[in-house]
Nanobody
């Protein structure tokens, strides 16, 4: 079994910063792409940023230049540094990882979600 555990959400004023972290643990052989998605009630979950095992990244246009995704392959962790936050960044943020289990089966996993609220 594999778990993704997120941390770092909270309330921040517009223009402020937050850092989200996610750790994958369990029966892991290797981790391919890792990423962050977000969802607002009544809307579909959307990609925020993704990073592959080699460090190549992709960002949603709405966060380019403000958010930075990084990972530690040795620890199976991924982080999202969010700067210059705007009220429209308010959402539940979910960690995602494509994990090769020790059984060599490939599964897509989600964290439980962490609330980010940007408000004055």
């Amino acid at each position: 079994q594999v778990r993704l555990v997120e941390s770092g959400g909270g309330l921040v004023q517009p223009g402020g910063s937050l850092r989200l972290s996610c750790a994958a643990s369990g029966s892991i052989f290797s981790v391919n792409a890792m990423g962050w998605y977000r969802q607002i009630p009544g809307k579909e979950r959307e990609l925020v940023a993704v990073i592959d095992k080699g460090g190549s990244t992709n960002y949603a246009d709405s966060v380019k230049g403000r958010f930075t995704i990084s990972r530690d392959n040795a620890k199976n962790t991924v982080s999202l540094q969010m700067n210059s936050l705007k009220p429209e960044d308010t959402a539940v943020y979910y960690c995602n990882a494509e994990v090769v289990h020790t059984s060599r089966s490939l599964y897509n996993h989600w964290g439980q979600g962490t609330q980010v609220t940007v408000s004055s």
